[in-house]
Antibody, heavy 118, light 110 residues
Framework: DVHLVESGGGLVQSGGSLRLSCTPS????????MHWVRQAPGEGLVWVSH????????NYADSVKGRFTISRDNAKNTLYLQMDSLRAEDTAVYFC???????????WGQGTTVTVSS | QSALTQPASVSGSPGQSITISCTGS?????????VSWYQQHPDKPPKLILY???NRPSGISNRFTGFKSGNTASLTISGLQAEDEAHYYC??????????FGGGTRVTVL
């Protein structure tokens, strides 16, 4: 069975930083694209960022560009999202997602909650 | 990066068919076949139910079908069942090398 487990969420003040981590189990994610997707309380899904299998291609939503950095350590089988200059509107559940079929997100973690207080 | 447009809610009786539309633009749905659909039950992570417009992952019921024409994609659920009551989101790859989701559609089984 395949799983993704996120960690690193929490409460942070506006302007602060957090680093989310995601570790897969049941599959080797080194060749797969990975995404971060977030969902604010009571709201819909919002795509945040994507990284290619080798880490050389990274893409970001306009709302986080310049503040968030996606990275991966394939040797440690871990995906990261460094979040800086956090704002109240970044408050959400952040899902780590694997893209094993290319251009679609087929394995989702349970999510980790980020709360930014103003 | 404007969100794709979905109806806020759709409802149907058990056994009926319902269709959820997803309207984008020439920057996303109109250019790529990479439209996917996700089902999300309350307090659960989303689940992929269709990708590449109409392909189903292993284990997904064939009651879920997809279609795309121009800038609009659609998801049809046939033989509606109580377990289908959930939120549904469409998503598309874009010409900016990003992804965009729709606002979500709440499906109610009457």
């Amino acid at each position: 069975d395949v799983h993704l487990v996120e960690s690193g969420g929490g409460l942070v003040q506006s302007g602060g930083s957090l680093r989310l981590s995601c570790t897969p189990s049941g599959f080797s994610f080194t060749t797969y694209w990975m995404h971060w997707v977030r969902q604010a309380p009571g709201e819909g899904l919002v795509w945040v960022s994507h990284i290619s299998g080798g880490g050389d291609d990274r893409n970001y939503a306009d709302s986080v560009k310049g503040r968030f950095t996606i990275s991966r350590d394939n040797a440690k089988n871990t995906l990261y999202l460094q979040m800086d200059s956090l704002r109240a509107e970044d408050t959400a559940v952040y899902f780590c997602v694997a893209d094993r079929v290319y251009f679609a997100m087929d394995v989702w973690g349970q999510g980790t909650t980020v709360t930014v207080s103003s | 990066q404007s969100a794709l447009t979905q109806p806020a809610s759709v409802s149907g009786s058990p056994g009926q068919s319902i269709t959820i539309s997803c309207t984008g633009s020439s920057s996303d749905i109109g250019t790529y076949r990479y439209v996917s659909w996700y089902q999300q039950h309350p307090d659960k992570p989303p689940k992929l139910i269709l990708y590449d417009g109409g392909n189903r992952p292993s284990g997904i019921s064939n009651r879920f079908t997809g279609f795309k024409s121009g800038n609009t994609a659609s998801l049809t659920i046939s033989g509606l069942q109580a377990e289908d009551e959930a939120h549904y989101y469409c998503s598309s790859y874009t010409t900016s090398s990003t992804w965009v989701f729709g606002g979500g559609t709440r499906v109610t089984v009457l």
